[in-house]
Structures are given as structure tokens and as C-alpha cells.
């Protein structure tokens, strides 16, 4: 809309701009077709304004009026150069207020747009949460390791996947678990390997969800692949190596990592070394091994801000 505008207010001002030339030159030729007129007849005036024209029949008194025959050609000259400066004016005053305009209101939705997303994330992985008292806050934190790893990484690999995405991602990462029956999902002792194959499902179950949402349907990959393993042995498509996103790389240590640490209805947590421990051991086979270096980096700085564990 605004270029259609825009494109339509330049014509017109080339438009008035080259009427005014034209009318400029108009005003450049009279004006020397008056000055030859003028050579080819010898004039003479008094002080009272009485001018004596000479020519070889006789000699006669011509009065002649002060105002030019060209002074209507000055009025419209004039009054076309004052268009055009209004023109150039209200143009210039419509071009700031419509920029001033466009700041103003375009920035304000994109922080409500932020703040509303926000607003949708921590919402649904609320639900999970209601759902499950067991995972109170393992959301927020396995976001939270996940950043911390996010931070130890190469530029050129942040390049590739945005903070926030891996945020969201890590906040939404177990959003499949509001499909799971609670009496599978609080059920107190191991699961029978019926009841496992829809825990599995989870997934993606989640990422199908997030993927409804249009703001969030490109972090969809972090949440199918969390469950997948670096040798092929996860789920739910036992994907192999850089075959897994980076977004579920990440994701699958962080998990995995506050998984061990908090007590869950079929066991009990254990220390944050131990759990550390183990994470370095599954490096090669469960993980990623450059992941684990860049956990390894975070935890020794103490950049994970690990809480303590359930037992304690």
C-alpha cells in the first residue's frame, strides 16, 4: 500500500516540476521575442512617462501603460512554484509521520507478539506439569541446561540454531506427555512394555501439537528427536549421529542429566557428580561427544546451576 503511495505522489511532483519548467521557458522566450520587438523600434521617452515613437511617415504620441504584457506570466509562474513547495512540503511532512507512525505501532506488537508467545509456552508446559507433580520444574530447568550448553558452543554452531528456539524447545520438550493416561503417567513401580510404547509416544505426540502453532511449528524437530541416541537406538525413528538436530542433540543430555537428579515415581534421584558421571560415560553411544564437551564445560563452570537433588 505504501509503495502503490508513494510511487503515485513522486509522479505527480515530477509531473508539476516539469509544467513548471515548461512554464519557465514560455517566460525565457516572450521575454526575448519582447527585447528583439523592442530593437527593431526606436524609443524614446520623457520624464513623465511619455514615450515618442519615430518612423519615417510620421511621429505620433503614444502613451503607453508602466505594467509588462507579460505580468499574468509572472503570476502563474509564481503560482505553480508555490504549489509545487507546498507539494514538496506536505510530502515530506506525510513521509516522517507515516515512518514515525509505522515505529510506533510496529514495535509495540512485535514486543506483545514476544510477551504473548511467552505467554502460550509457559502455559502449555504448566499443563504438563499439573499433570505430573513428579516433573514440577524439570521443564524450566532442562531449558535452563540446555542455554548452559548452548553458551560453551562455537559461533559458527550457534549460527545455526537461535537461543530462543532452543528455549522454547526446551520448555515444550515433554508437552506430548498431556496425552499420556494418568495411570501410566503417576504409576508408582516399572512399566510394562505395553505401557512403555505409550510413554514413547510422547514425542511425537508434542511435536505434532507445537507443530499446529505457526510461531513455534519450526521447533517441532527438538521435541520429536530428544529420545533419539547417537549410536540409532533411541526413538521414535532411530536416527543416527548429525542425523538428530542439534536442537535434539542438546536437549537429549539436558534431559536425560535432570531425569537422573530428580526422583521420579519409579525411583529415586541420585547425586549431581553421579549423574555427571554418567553423562560422560554414554558420550560416544547415548549422546553426542562433542555435546557432552560442551556440558562438561558448562558443569565444571558451574554454568548449570544444578539444584539439589531430591534426596537431600
Not at 502503490?4 to 517566460?27: D, E, G, Q
Not at 523600434?41 to 518612423?55: M, N
Not at 505409550?198 to 508434542?206: A, D, M, N, R, S
Request: aromatic share 10%; glycine share 6%.
Amino acid at each position: 500500500m505504501f509503495s502503490k503511495i508513494k510511487a503515485r505522489l513522486l509522479f505527480m511532483t515530477i509531473l508539476v516540476c516539469l509544467l513548471s519548467t515548461l512554464l519557465i521557458y514560455c517566460f525565457l522566450l516572450n521575454h526575448e521575442i519582447q527585447i528583439e520587438n523592442a530593437r527593431d523600434t526606436w524609443l524614446s521617452a520623457d520624464t513623465s512617462g511619455t514615450i515618442w515613437v519615430e518612423s519615417d511617415r510620421q511621429q505620433e504620441e503614444v502613451h503607453v501603460s508602466h505594467p509588462s504584457p507579460l505580468h499574468w506570466m509572472h503570476c502563474l509562474y509564481c503560482g505553480i512554484n508555490l504549489i509545487v513547495g507546498v507539494l514538496g512540503i506536505c510530502g515530506a511532512f506525510w513521509m516522517y509521520r507515516w515512518k514515525k507512525g509505522s515505529h510506533s505501532e510496529t514495535h509495540p506488537e512485535t514486543t506483545l507478539s514476544e510477551n504473548g508467545l511467552d505467554q502460550i509456552v509457559r502455559s502449555l508446559y504448566l499443563a504438563v506439569e499439573m499433570k505430573d507433580s513428579y516433573t514440577a520444574g524439570h521443564t524450566e530447568r532442562v531449558a535452563q541446561y540446555a542455554l548452559a550448553i548452548y553458551d560453551q558452543m562455537d559461533e559458527s554452531q550457534k549460527r545455526m540454531l537461535p537461543r530462543d528456539d532452543l528455549r522454547y524447545a526446551g520448555l515444550l520438550h515433554d508437552i506430548g506427555k498431556v496425552a499420556i493416561p494418568d495411570l501410566i503417567l503417576q504409576k508408582e513401580g516399572k512399566l510394562t512394555p505395553e505401557e512403555y510404547e505409550i510413554v514413547k509416544l510422547h514425542p511425537t505426540t508434542g511435536a505434532d501439537m507445537v507443530e499446529q502453532i505457526e510461531s513455534l511449528a519450526h521447533i517441532s524437530r527438538g521435541i520429536r528427536y530428544h529420545h533419539e541416541r547417537w549410536d540409532g537406538r533411541g526413538y521414535p525413528h532411530q536416527l543416527k549421529g548429525e542425523q538428530i538436530p542439534l536442537m535434539g542433540r542438546i536437549l537429549a543430555v539436558a534431559d536425560t542429566f535432570d531425569a537422573m537428579i530428580s526422583t521420579r515415581s519409579y525411583r529415586q534421584a541420585v547425586s549431581a557428580q553421579t549423574a555427571y558421571e554418567e553423562v560422560l560415560r554414554c558420550s560416544h553411544t547415548q549422546f553426542d561427544p562433542q555435546i557432552v564437551e560442551y556440558f562438561k564445560k558448562a558443569y565444571e563452570k558451574g554454568a548449570l546451576q544444578v539444584k539439589k537433588p531430591d534426596f537431600e
